[in-house]
């Protein structure tokens, strides 16, 4: 009679080429590391390791490191998707009826920065998703474009609508795009320098009132840039 003897799987099997959760897991580590670390910053080895997955398994599910940036890009924009989407349908919505009243262009500006910041600030979306569009901005690589045109620049031209009724300027003008620009860059400033504004204030973590501390001064901010009343309590 032969007897098998149950051995420990050997490390040459993890990671197996066909598993979905390796794929998942080579994204999501890659994610992480191409946001801290750039593109040409991170190697192939390290991907592998920190996803627990053979080297060769990159390429069998992507073709190799750019393929995998290119699928981290895309998991970006599903997670950028609950952040802009009912920002810009509330806009929409809001401007459907003729020009809004200066009430009801207050109420979207406060939406706005509370839903974003919640959205940025309180866990909902990953660190890396925010670390890699300012990446982007900064040093686009060839593969941006998607995240550009998909995401960045609808939300940008309903901030600009935003701006041009609340300004009352013409929505393609320059400087009405610029001033859509700059509403933006207050609310941005405060997840791109979330850890200076942390230690600044001694903050260990962002809790519900550090929030909602964030969120009346980046209020304050918009409504002054769109000529708006500024008081947050208001919102």
């Known amino acids: ?6 051995q420990e799987p050997s490390t040459a099997a993890r990671g197996r080429p066909g598993g979905d959760e390796s794929r998942a897991r080579m ?17 192939v080895r390290e991907i ?11 390429s069998y599910h992507f073709g190799g490191k750019r393929g995998l940036y290119i699928a981290a890009l895309e998991q970006l924009l599903e997670e950028m998707r609950p952040v802009g989407g009912p920002v810009i349908e509330r806009i929409v919505a809001v401007m459907a009826d003729g020009a809004p009243s200066v009430s009801a262009l207050r109420d979207v500006a ?6 974003i910041l919640t959205k940025m600030l309180s866990g909902d979306l990953e660190p890396w998703v925010t670390q890699t569009v300012l990446r982007e901005f900064q040093n ?6 998607p995240m550009l045109d998909e995401r960045v620049l609808p939300l940008h031209k309903a901030m600009g609508k935003l701006t041009a009724a609340s300004l009352g ?17 207050q609310i941005m400033v405060f997840a791109a320098a979330r850890r200076v504004v942390q230690e600044e204030l001694g903050w260990s973590e962002i809790e519900p009132a550090q929030l909602e501390t964030i969120i009346e001064a980046a209020i304050r901010g918009v409504l002054g840039a769109l000529g708006l009343k500024s008081d947050p309590e208001a919102c």
Do not use: K, Q, W
């Open 169 to 185: 300027t013409e929505v393609d003008a320059p400087s009405t795009v610029l001033a859509a620009h700059g509403v933006m860059g």
């Open 1 to 6: 009679m032969n007897v098998v003897v149950a």
């Open 140 to 145: 686009p690589t060839t593969d941006y474009r």
């Open 48 to 58: 592998a390791n920190a996803a627990d997955v053979n080297v060769s398994a990159v």
């Open 110 to 115: 406060c939406f706005v920065v509370r839903h």
């Open 27 to 43: 994204i999501a580590a890659s994610a992480r590391m191409f946001a801290e670390r750039s593109f040409d910053g991170v190697s």
